[in-house]
Every structure is written in C-alpha cells, then in structure tokens.
C-alpha cells in the first residue's frame, strides 16, 4: 500500500529562471526507507520540505493516503500533523534536558500516553544514560538518535529526514546509520531521507529516487539503480563506471564475438570491478598502466587501452603490475543504455 503519493509537482522560485523541482512523481509504500539522492542544488532538499508542507508547490498534488498536503499559504501553522521533519541542525531545545526535548513533542496528549511514549523512545533510541543532560553535553551521534526519539515520539505515519548524517563526525557516522536505520525499522515507521552520499543511498534505502537540475530522472531498488542505470550520469554517479561506445571499443578487442551482445551504437557502462586482469589466452583488451589510486583495501587502475581510451579497474592484490596488462570483461555485468 503507498503511504505516500506526489504527482506533477512543480516548483519554481521567485526571481528564479529555472524550476527547483519539475514534473516530479513517485509512490512510497508503507514501511519502506526511501532515499532522494543527488547532488547539491538538484531540487532534492525542495521536494521534502514540499512534502513536509513546509513550501507550496506551483502545480501537483501530494497525498499522504488520501489526504492532500498543502504548504504555508493554506495553513495557519506550516506543516503535517501527522509529517515529523528531523532537521540538519537537529532543532533541539538547548536549556532543556533529553528527556524533556522528547516531552516537548508530545504536549497536549493525554499524560499516561506521554510517559509511556517516552519510556519506549528513551529504549528504542537507547537514551537511558542521556536523558538528564543538555544538548550542549552530548556529540552529534547522541544529538541525532534524541532527534529521531524526539520525531517518532508522536507515532508519525511518515518521518522525513534532511541530510541526517551531515553533522555528524566521519568516524562515528557508519555505525550512526546502520542505529538510525535500525531505529526506524524497528518503529515500522515510513521514511523519505535525503543525501548526496551514494552510499547512504545504496546502504539505508529499500527505494531511491535519483535527482538531477530538478527532475527525478530514475526511481528503483539499490540493486536496480546500480546494476541497470537508466542514464550515463546515474552510472558514474554510483561508483567508478566506464561509459563507452561499443564501436569506439570494438576495433581493440581481441575476441571479436564478445561485442556482437550489443549493437555497434551502443553505449554501455563497464563498472570497473567488471573488467579483471586475466592470462593473454582469455584477454578482450591489452593496456597499460597510466596511473594508480590507492584507495586502502584496494587499488583503482587508470589503464590506457588506446590513444583516446582509457578504462579503469579495481585491484585488490599488492602486486607490481606487469608492463602489458591483459583484461578481461565480464560481459554479463556490461550494462547498455536504451
């Protein structure tokens, strides 16, 4: 069941030329983690608040189930009841404790439902040991979990979240996600969360939505979105991609055959892990090495095939690289563009 429903959205600002958002539509089902991602000024961050009703949109509809959402200029207070935002900055309420920031979400319900809510965030966000201290006191990790307690306080039907890792110290920031995506699965609550991170995306969504100068140009699981790209930048923009041409390529591979799997117009992505260093016998294409990226566990080879071609490879072994690489394509993970 969608939970969630925008259709035809367009948004334009004052002053502006160009849209922030245009023509966008897409469906969240109920319990899923949805991931918006693009780069920065690609209309990502507009969109959520459209959703959140916190900005009007021009034109389109948002519907949480059948009810339509509507921005500041047809409510007195911006806003969903039944819509929690968790801001970048985490909003909370500096001269009060943790326990009573998650309070503060949950004024005018009855007092027994209060405690009892906040009883179950303080556990499932585990704040015990931080309850009674100040904002001020805790790290941006512990600042993000009482952000979420505060947000899922009131059993929202969707929780929004902008950037949520942004703020957050890069050594903590793994083990952050997979306590904020355990969270809100454990809460059954739906969730739309933005980034840029590609590997946020890939890591935390069930769906992801990919943004580009306003327009949502490709919607589908993790796998989907990286194994069949619907366009070269979604390609490169998910990994270390090679986009090339296949009658660019062909006049260099050495089985002929290989390339007969697609039409000679044809460009495709050949993710670097999908081209390995093999024997002479089994080769499509010779090289050499030009360059090479230490990358920790393991190595990106920027490898010349000819003048005006160069592919690049993932290397796990610490080996010293021959002066002739011969390669290998993994043909069945070659993905070409329609």
Not at 51 to 63: P, T
Not at 121 to 137: E, G, N, T, V
């Amino acid at each position: 069941m969608n939970i969630l429903t925008v259709k035809d959205l367009n948004k334009t600002y004052s002053g502006q030329f160009d849209p922030a958002i245009k023509n966008i539509t897409l469906a969240v089902k109920k319990g899923e983690i949805f991931g918006l991602v693009g780069e920065s000024g690609s209309g990502k961050t507009t969109l959520l608040r459209i959703i959140a009703g916190l900005e009007d949109a021009d034109s389109g509809s948002v519907r949480l189930l059948k009810e339509a959402i509507t921005g500041p200029s047809r409510n007195l207070v911006p806003g969903h009841t039944h819509i929690r935002l968790v801001h970048q900055n985490f909003n909370l309420q500096p001269n009060i404790s943790i326990r009573h920031n998650i309070l503060y979400s949950l004024k005018g319900y009855d007092l027994q439902y209060q405690l009892d809510r906040l009883d179950k965030m303080i556990d499932l966000c585990d704040l015990s040991a931080l309850q009674h201290k100040l904002p001020r006191q805790l790290s941006g990790g512990e600042m993000q979990r009482v952000a979420l307690a505060r947000a899922l306080a009131d059993e929202p039907m969707l929780l929004l979240l902008d950037e949520p890792f942004s703020n957050v110290d890069i050594l903590r920031r793994q083990e952050l996600k997979q306590e904020v995506s355990d969270i809100i699965r454990k809460s059954g609550t739906t969730a739309i969360f933005v980034t840029h991170d590609t590997t946020e995306a890939l890591t935390l969504s069930d769906t992801i939505g990919v943004m580009r100068d306003g327009s949502l140009i490709q919607i589908g699981t993790p796998h989907h979105i990286y194994n069949q790209p619907a366009t070269p930048y979604v390609a490169s923009f998910f990994g270390n991609a090679n986009i090339i041409s296949i009658s660019k390529l062909q006049p260099y591979l050495r089985i002929k055959q290989h390339a007969s799997l697609f039409n000679k117009q044809d460009v495709v992505c050949i993710r670097a892990e999908s081209i390995q260093i093999c024997q002479e016998t089994e080769a499509d294409l010779t090289g050499k090495l030009k360059k090479v990226y230490y990358l920790g566990m393991y190595e990106l080879w920027d490898v010349q095939i000819a003048r005006n071609i160069s592919l690049h490879l993932l290397h796990f072994q610490k080996t010293p690289p021959p002066e002739k690489l011969f390669l290998k394509i993994v043909w069945e993970q070659v993905h070409a563009f329609n």
